[in-house]
């Protein structure tokens, strides 16, 4: 039973217009944002692309988007299935800071490995302040996409993967670095190669399921 996954990071945010680290801070899309989930929407009706769930975060700019792409799908009945796990990978002290500035703080280097290796921690937030959304201290205090990726994945083993092997689609809208990590599992990415993956905001990925699980290429969806 052949099944489709697709993927989809969230339209610009007002923290990625400001060039700042974001993380799990809450922020939402611009206009700009919202015609990019609006385009993705409009790709995927083109396309004729019939989904069984919707999986997103727990962050307004994935849900915003998500709401968005399925209405212009004509798809909001869909079941929305939100989680922490696919939220974005929490850069700690760094979060709220110009990528500029914490170049001239921190050093180019620094900056660089803490935005693209797989390891490297960032500095970490003191403490973090208490949210409903996160009981039992469930939020992290930085994290590296190692880390990212060891929260993201039972998510994908236990709800994603089973439903796509029964046949069904799946649509996630997340975030670049759940998607990095989600892709570097899935495509079986080395650790010292990762940091070359880049997934823009409202650029649809897909990948087809046969029968047996096998994966095909990644293909990136554009307007007919």
């Given at each position: 039973?052949?099944?489709q ?28 944002g ?7 929407g ?6 004729q ?11 307004q ?10 209405f212009?799908?004509?798809q909001?009945?869909?079941p ?9 990978r ?7 800071l ?14 660089a490995?803490w ?9 970490l ?6 949210d ?10 930085g ?6 990726s060891?929260r ?23 975030h ?15 650790d ?9 905001n409202?650029?649809?990925i897909?990948?087809t ?5 096998k994966?095909?290429?990644r ?6």
């Amino acid at each position: 039973m052949v099944a489709q996954l697709v993927l989809v990071r969230h339209g610009e945010s007002t923290a990625n217009r400001d060039n700042e680290f974001t993380g799990w801070t809450d922020v939402p899309l611009t206009s700009k944002g919202r015609q990019q989930a609006k385009s993705v929407g409009v790709i995927l009706a083109q396309r004729q692309m019939l989904f069984d769930a919707v999986h997103t975060s727990y962050l307004q700019r994935a849900i915003t988007t998500a709401n968005i792409v399925l209405f212009e799908m004509q798809q909001s009945w869909l079941p929305m299935n939100k989680t922490w796990r696919l939220n974005e990978r929490h850069y700690g002290a760094l979060r709220g800071l110009n990528k500029d500035m914490a170049r001239s703080k921190y050093g180019v280097e620094a900056v660089a490995l803490w935005r693209r290796s797989y390891t490297e921690v960032p500095p970490l937030l003191e403490k973090v302040t208490p949210d409903r959304r996160y009981p039992n201290n469930i939020e992290p205090f930085g994290e590296s996409l190692k880390m990212a990726s060891q929260r993201m994945l039972p998510y994908w083993q236990n709800v994603v993967a089973p439903a796509l092997q029964s046949g069904h689609n799946q649509l996630i809208v997340a975030h670049g670095s759940t998607l990095r990590a989600l892709i570097k599992y899935l495509e079986k990415i080395d650790d010292n190669d990762i940091d070359g993956l880049e997934i823009g905001n409202g650029e649809p990925i897909c990948y087809t399921f046969d029968d047996q699980f096998k994966m095909s290429e990644r293909q990136y969806l554009e307007s007919n």
